[in-house]
């Protein structure tokens, strides 16, 4: 049977928007000395704004109304932000139908005219589609995340989009390394620039920040890092879930996070506020010295 302190410490988490999926996870998480963190979703709030736009040839309106027909089939956060910058143009989302979400990478479709795509550089090579137009280039110059946009090994152009560090995040993380946690590590699949942009904001050091990862490479670096420490593993999408049960702990964003993410965890922060995260682990410190 559980132990009365473990229950009561349970349901203290869970009144703080903290769900561990059993008392285990609660006695994992007291030994955890080392954080990995996803960054869009999970350290960035998620709520991304499309910052620019290149349409090659001009027509920015149907651009746009493409792009925002592709990504309306998918739940990731660049999709919310390209959704909301159509509606504020007035533009009628293309109908795409055949849809093929790439996790960590992009998403595929089908319009009226053939196959489109949109999704970051990965997913461009493995159209065959060279993103050399100087256009494209001044975009990626940027610290910003890039979507581009094509039709088979053509691309047709591409939005920068923009997410901010949670308020929470920097406080949270400064509370687990008082509380003795020894390494902060990002893993995100996002471009280096804005991964080290993020990253250095939050005070992480940049061996500790890792980007261009697709979801196997989160679970190897997550295997890696089980070798020198009580690994948890902190994500919020479809591309996190293998990760998130790789780790010795998964925990997973529930307020905005995927479902697929949130079955892959032993733990739901339900808050948004990152703070939830350091104070489950005090709690989980605190009664793990009790029952022992
Ligand atoms: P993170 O690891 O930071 O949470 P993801 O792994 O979810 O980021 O996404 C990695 C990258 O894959 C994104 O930065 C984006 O370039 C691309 N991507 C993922 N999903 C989509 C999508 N629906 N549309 C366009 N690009 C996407
Ligand atoms: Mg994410």
């Known amino acids: 049977s559980v132990p009365a302190a473990i229950l009561s410490a349970l349901s203290a988490a869970a009144r703080g928007g903290v769900l561990f999926k059993g008392g285990g996870a609660l006695e994992t998480l007291a030994e955890v000395d080392i954080f990995a963190f996803d960054k869009t979703g999970t350290l960035t709030t998620g709520r991304a704004a499309v910052t620019r736009l290149v349409a090659l040839d001009g027509d920015q309106a149907g651009f746009l109304s493409l792009l925002s027909g592709l990504e309306a089939h998918s739940e990731h956060h660049i999709a919310a932000a390209i959704h909301r910058e159509a509606l504020a143009r007035d533009l009628q989302p293309v109908a795409v139908t055949d849809v093929n979400a790439r996790p960590g990478i992009g998403i595929e479709g089908r319009d009226a005219s053939g196959p489109v795509w949109a999704g970051n550089p990965y997913l461009a090579q493995a159209m065959g589609a060279p993103l050399d137009h100087p256009a494209l280039q001044?975009?990626?110059?940027?610290?910003?995340?890039?979507v581009y946009?094509?039709?088979?090994?053509?691309?047709?152009?591409?939005?920068?989009?923009?997410?901010?560090?949670?308020?929470?995040s920097a406080p949270a993380l400064a509370a687990l390394r008082k509380g003795g946690v020894r390494r902060i590590v990002m893993m995100t699949g996002d471009r280096r620039p804005v991964a080290l942009r993020i990253g250095t904001q939050l005070g992480l050091a940049p061996d500790e920040i890792h980007a261009e990862m697709l979801p196997e490479d989160k679970v190897r670096a997550v295997g890696a890092l089980t070798d020198s420490g009580k690994v948890a593993f902190v994500g919020d999408g479809v591309n996190d879930?293998?990760?998130?049960?790789?780790?010795?702990?998964?925990?997973?964003?529930?307020?905005?996070?995927?479902?697929?993410?949130?079955?892959?965890?032993?733990?739901?922060?339900?808050?948004?506020d990152m703070e939830r995260l350091a104070d489950a682990q005090r709690l989980s410190r605190r009664t793990s010295r009790v029952i022992r």
């Open 149 to 168: 946009l094509g039709r088979g090994a053509q691309v047709l152009g591409a939005v920068t989009v923009a997410d901010a560090p949670r308020g929470s």
């Open 241 to 272: 879930a293998a990760a998130l049960a790789r780790a010795d702990i998964g925990i997973a964003m529930g307020a905005a996070g995927s479902e697929v993410a949130l079955q892959a965890a032993d733990v739901a922060l339900l808050s948004e």
């Open 138 to 146: 001044s975009l990626a110059e940027g610290a910003d995340t890039v």
